[in-house]
């Protein structure tokens, strides 16, 4: 992290949760999601100290035990005074870039990053992650046994967790089940075709600059969603930008998940299906559970 960043911390944290509700406001957000934001800037500009201190004596907690902050804004706070990035307000404005984000990672810089995001479809630091614990980043030319290594301790470092299967990440993560992603993938589609969501420019595959791509603010309960279609190069190179759904949730221990959410086109069950990738099987279950006479296309 930059020292001038450091030194102005709680005004810039500060500034980009303002902005985040503002965003969230023109979005169509839930009110008291985005009142959130701006009650947490108001307690980082009356702070008499840093947040940088608070976090390198007190750690986490110290962060989480200030007013209006909580578990899910603390993590926040710990990832731009690491990263000096808010991948969420990225999201917000239109401008994720995810061989920005894998080329952020030592040992990697843009030339890998593009390879991984064209050669593995890796959009985010979770597949990058999954990615080399099973063996798919050692088959990339250039990603020998010490790099892939060193990559996953730094990913260790910088998500906050160990490798774990994927059943006990969900677990741990307090992910929702299939059929609450779901429902959140049929409102997002519907919604998005009837023209009734807002439009942000993304800032990559857009080059003249169009506000194009609907941007859902959605809750089940407490959990709060922000749905997209999928801006990838993979999306745009098979046609599915329309297709593909990228969800965004609020986890349990605070941080946030992701899932896409797509239509099955292997030949089986779940043919024709929407699907959440990864949970194939928790997806089959839910259509014969419910024997759901889903027509075979979506």
Known sequence: MADSFERNANLEIAERFEEVARLLADQGA???????????????????RSVAEILETEGLEGLEALPTIGA????????????GRYPMLERLRGEVDAV??????????????????????ID??????????????????????????GIIDTLAARLGRVRRSAIERRRARGEP?????????????????????????????????RSWLPILH????ERHYTAL?????????????EDWVV?????QDGGEGQHTVVTARQTGPLQGLRVVRGREAECLEHYRRKSIDTPRRA
């Open 72 to 83: 899910q804004l603390a993590r926040a706070i710990r990832s731009m005074l690491r990263t």
């Open 30 to 48: 839930n009110p008291f999601r985005l009142r959130a934001y701006e009650q947490a800037a108001g307690t980082l500009r009356r702070l008499d």
């Open 229 to 241: 279609y999928s801006n990838t190069a993979q999306a745009h190179r098979l046609g599915r930008t």
């Open 124 to 149: 985010s630091l979770e597949d990058l992650e999954l990615a080399a614990h099973s063996g798919r980043l050692s088959e990339v030319a250039g990603f020998g046994k010490r790099r892939v290594e």
């Open 218 to 221: 959605t809750h089940r309960g």
């Open 247 to 251: 969800l965004y949730f609020d986890g």
């Open 177 to 209: 089940p299939v059929e609450e992603v779901l429902d959140v993938d049929r409102e997002y589609r519907e919604r998005a075709t009837a023209g009734e969501l807002p439009t942000i420019a993304p800032r990559r595959f857009n080059p003249t600059g």
């Open 100 to 121: 920005e984000l894998l080329g952020s990672v030592p040992g990697i810089g843009k030339v890998l990053a593009e390879r991984l995001h064209q050669e593995l479809d």
